[in-house]
């Protein structure tokens, strides 16, 4: 399966380009520093093997 991403224009803008296309974009808003300050490291526990 091929994308549809054209790397070659990526390469070619930017930082600057680049992050102005993504803050026009509605779906890829930066997530504000204020998320974080209540966020936790939050580990799976480990599955445990059951044998039937």
């Given at each position: 399966m091929k994308g549809e991403t054209d790397w070659d224009k990526?390469?070619?803008m930017t930082?600057?380009?680049i992050e102005k296309?993504?803050?026009d974009d509605?779906?890829?808003q930066p997530i504000p520093d204020e998320?974080?300050?209540d966020a936790?490291?939050?580990f799976p526990?480990?599955?445990t093997a059951v044998n039937t």
């Open positions: 990526i390469k070619g930082d600057e380009e296309n993504a803050l509605p779906d890829s998320m974080w300050e936790q490291v939050v526990q480990q599955n």
